[in-house]
């Protein structure tokens, strides 16, 4: 059975950081690249950054280029999204996913606000 399991929900002020982790589970987590969405009240779900399966030639929206890093951990199964210079517009509901396949998981809030 496919998991995917986000951590490292929060509210954090404008300028902040925070880690988001995706532990995943119930498939080879090595041989799939890996992605972040969000997707804020009333917008569509948008892709926020996406890595190949070896944690190499990570990709971003322009919107966080140079502010957002993904990585990854294929010994613990664990993809991550380091948020860091947080702006309110990147409030949202994060969530991640399997490249190529349709799962997700239950997101995780981050709320950026004074």
């Known amino acids: 059975q496919v998991q995917l399991v986000e951590s490292g929900r929060g509210l954090v002020q404008p300028g902040g950081s925070l880690r988001l982790s995706c532990e995943a589970s119930?498939?080879?987590?090595?041989?799939?690249?890996m992605s972040w969405f969000r997707q804020a009240p009333g917008t569509e779900r948008e892709l926020v950054a996406t890595?190949?399966?070896?944690?190499?030639?990570?990709n971003y929206t322009a919107s966080v280029k140079g502010r957002f890093t993904i990585s990854r951990d294929n010994a613990k199964n664990t993809v991550y999204l380091q948020m860091n210079s947080l702006k309110p517009d990147d409030t949202a509901v994060y969530y991640c996913?399997?490249?190529?396949?349709?799962?997700w998981g239950q997101g995780t809030q981050v709320t950026v606000s004074s």
């Open positions: 996913k399997i490249n190529s396949l349709t799962y």
């Open positions: 119930g498939f080879a987590f090595s041989s799939y690249g």
């Open positions: 890595i190949s399966r070896f944690g190499s030639f990570p």
